[in-house]
């Protein structure tokens, strides 16, 4: 690998491990049901420089291994029940120095007449550029990297809302990158999405593992999980898998499975 790719790495890693906590955004996920139109989102500057971000709502949606992707065109979002259109965000823009908060405010204008269902979209704050950096003293070449980053938070609209069944395979051992992982699968049936975490526990009721923010669409009924976990320490034990609901879900617990790791 020649120096500059080299260099180029490790940027990217130290530039996406400090993005990572460079905005704070409180909920991170919003519920609306029925007859609830608005919410209110707090955002917080956690960096050291003053930042402006653009905010406005997108469609994307989630495949089965869990990584989300842009609705390409308005038959998909259509097809899929997605809402970008119906979400009205002020402010649009903010400039916020280092420890400033903001409160961003979303209204839901539904179209009439609706089916009930679940509808989703996301709210996405961008980071904006800065403007042409200048050096006034440049000795040689010299390599600059900016990096602008992006965060999205889920937004779901439900009317008429019914808790979906949720099914849970039996788990099995498998490697991913040369690392030991249970694999198992998660199924819904509905309208409706579910979201939550997944929990396994010792025999002792003590939590041994825990993976949050699981979530099973409706467009997919299906989300493909993987969990690493320390083979050697729970062979030949009886472990609980859970899959809890979030507070905002509405469901306490998901449905959960006994097994043990042969």
Do not use: C
């Amino acid at each position: 690998m020649s120096r500059l790719r080299l260099f180029m790495f490790l940027a990217l890693v130290l530039f996406g491990q400090s993005a990572l906590a460079s905005l704070l955004i409180t909920p991170f996920r919003i519920v609306l049901n029925d007859n609830e139109r608005t919410a209110t989102v707090t955002i917080i500057n956690n960096g050291t420089e003053t930042n402006s971000y653009r905010i406005e709502a997108i469609d994307k949606y989630q495949t089965p291994d869990g990584k989300y992707h842009a609705v390409e065109n308005a038959q998909q979002s259509q097809a899929q029940n997605f809402m970008k259109d119906w979400v009205y965000v002020r402010p649009r823009q903010v400039t916020l120095a280092p420890g400033q908060k903001q409160q961003v405010r979303l209204s839901i204008r539904r179209p009439i007449g609706i089916a009930n269902g679940e509808y989703r979209t996301h709210l996405s704050f961008s980071e904006l550029p800065k403007g042409k950096r200048f050096d006034p003293n440049p000795q040689g070449a010299k390599f600059q990297l900016f990096m602008l980053t992006t965060f999205t938070i889920p937004v779901q609209y439900r009317q008429g809302f019914v808790a979906p069944q949720v099914s849970i395979s039996t788990p099995i051992v498998t490697q991913k990158e040369g690392q030991d992982v249970l694999a198992l699968r998660l199924q819904t049936d509905g309208k409706f999405a579910a979201f939550g975490s997944l929990k396994i526990y010792s025999n002792d009721g003590d939590v041994i593992k825990e993976l949050s923010n699981v979530a099973v669409y409706p467009e997919n009924k299906i989300r493909d999980i993987l969990m690493p976990i320390e083979l050697e320490k729970f062979r030949n034990k009886p472990l609980l898998l859970q899959y809890q609901g979030h507070k905002l879900s509405g469901v306490r617990l998901y449905n959960e499975i006994g097994f043990s790791i042969p």
